[in-house]
């Protein structure tokens, strides 16, 4: 076995001196904001979704304004705002409500999923937008004439198929909502990036460590994108395919 293989596996073993934990458990954080990131992204956008398609003119350039926004500026800046405006108004709150002192400051974690979350939903937005006019209008209008309620109607009717056709958009977000999950690290938050600096720095071998993040992350979407594919085959039983 080459020397540098055998000194790079001591390096990412599991030993005393190994960083395998160490860079195994940044992954798993890095899986777990982008999840919260992405489910926030999913009700944001479903509500924006609805603002466009609801009839509402103020619901409407409410969410044309969020989107439109939100996917002009760049992802780190939004991550910037949500951190230290987030902390304005924490600071605000500690000050005026319990008399409080001192420098408040949102959570790394929070700060991160509530920025990934509004980012990912402007997307996500579009997303179930396009596959809402996918559902058969007829179907709606079934529904109306046998007199089922408009809840009920969602329910049975719409959301499922809307999810059906949104499930290929809505991979393409999660794997937006992971590349996202990189620029947390600016808030401090030990996610797979960070990890991988703080490795190089300690141990001047900024490749390694670099090259195992690409493929922790390579790992994460390939398999991401294995379970959003089993998804879309079983939503997709039964239909045939054009």
Do not use: H
Not at 59 to 88: D, K, M
Not at 89 to 108: K, M, Y
Not at 158 to 165: D, I, M, S
Not at 186 to 214: C, M, N, P, Y
């Amino acid at each position: 076995m080459p020397q540098w293989l055998i000194d790079y596996w001591a390096l990412m073993g599991f030993g005393p001196t190994g960083w395998g934990l160490s860079m195994l458990r940044a992954a798993g954080m890095t899986i777990a904001v982008s999840s919260a990131g992405f489910a926030l992204g999913s009700v944001l956008g479903a509500l924006a979704a609805w603002g466009r398609l609801s009839g509402s003119r103020i619901a409407a350039v409410i969410s044309a304004t969020y989107t439109t926004v939100i996917r002009g500026i760049p992802e780190l800046l939004v991550i910037y705002l949500v951190f230290f405006g987030g902390a304005v108004v924490l600071g605000w709150i500690w000050r005026t409500f319990w008399d409080g002192e001192g420098f408040v400051s949102l959570p790394a974690f929070v700060a991160g999923f509530i920025a990934v979350g509004i980012c990912n939903g402007a997307y996500q937005a579009e997303v179930f937008r396009g596959a809402f006019r996918t559902v058969a209008r007829g179907e709606i209008e079934a529904a109306a004439a046998f007199g089922m309620p408009r809840a009920l109607a969602f329910r049975r009717i719409v959301a499922p198929q809307v999810l059906r056709f949104a499930l290929p958009g809505l991979g393409n977000c999660w794997q937006l909502c992971l590349k996202e999950s990189a620029l947390i690290s600016v808030t401090g938050l030990v996610e797979l990036l960070r990890q991988s600096f703080i490795g190089g720095r300690s141990t001047r071998d900024f490749f390694s460590f670099l090259l195992t993040g690409a493929a922790l992350y390579l790992v994460i979407t390939t398999v991401s994108s294995a379970l959003f594919a089993a998804a879309e085959r079983r939503a997709l039983r039964g239909l045939k395919r054009a």
